[in-house]
Nanobody
Framework: QVQLVESGGGLVQDGGSLSLSCAVSGLNFGKYVMGWFRQAPEKERELIAAISWSGSTTHYDDSVKGRFAITRDGAKGAVYLQMNNLKPEDTAMYFC?????????????????WGQGTQVTVSS
């Protein structure tokens, strides 16, 4: 059974930091591109960061470049998202997802497995 379990969300003030984790089990972790998405109320789910199978290549949405960093640990089967200088517009539910083929990192439909999400709220 494949499981992706996010943790680390919470309430933080404008300019603060949070570190999200996603524990992955039930699949060959090293064979999957991993992504972090977010979805705010009444908005579409959007990719904010993704990382290649080996961890050598990353992709960020322009809105988070320079503030967020995605990493992965193959030994632990985990992917992380360090979020710094958070802004109220970063408020959303954050999801991690696994993509077996890596053909279109930004397209949520291409991801095979999803976690349940963790809420991030940034107060002004």
């Amino acid at each position: 059974q494949v499981q992706l379990v996010e943790s680390g969300g919470g309430l933080v003030q404008d300019g603060g930091s949070l570190s999200l984790s996603c524990a992955v089990s039930g699949l060959n972790f090293g064979k999957y591109v991993m992504g972090w998405f977010r979805q705010a109320p009444e908005k579409e789910r959007e990719l904010i960061a993704a990382i290649s199978w080996s961890g050598s290549t990353t992709h960020y949405d322009d809105s988070v470049k320079g503030r967020f960093a995605i990493t992965r640990d193959g030994a632990k089967g985990a992917v992380y998202l360090q979020m710094n200088n958070l802004k109220p517009e970063d408020t959303a539910m954050y999801f991690c997802a696994a993509d077996m083929y890596g053909t279109s990192w930004t397209n949520p439909r291409m991801y095979n497995y999803w976690g349940q999400g963790t809420q991030v709220t940034v107060s002004s």
